[in-house]
């Protein structure tokens, strides 16, 4: 989840591109192209509130690969 968060930090307070942003997280562009999508698509917005908890960012942090991983490890039942 860090990663995800630092991600966002550099995307919107920092105004990296998603090459930058990759080199500091050790990360394909690709990786930091599909979060900032993913964000996009969940319908959040930067600043994230304090209130916002792991299962809130659930939809950012999952792909359709890792979802069975991420229902485990957040305790969603399928």
Not at 26 to 31: I, K, L, N, P, R
Request: net charge positive.
């Amino acid at each position: 989840m860090r990663k995800i968060n630092e991600v966002l930090r550099l995307r919107f307070e920092l105004k990296r591109s998603h090459r930058q942003i990759a080199h500091s997280i050790g990360a394909a562009s690709s990786t930091v192209a599909d979060y900032l999508r993913r964000f996009a698509e969940a319908g959040l917005s930067w600043p994230l509130s304090a209130a916002l908890s792991e299962a809130d960012m659930y939809p950012v942090s999952c792909t359709q690969k890792s979802v069975a991983f991420c229902h485990q490890r957040i305790g969603f039942r399928k």
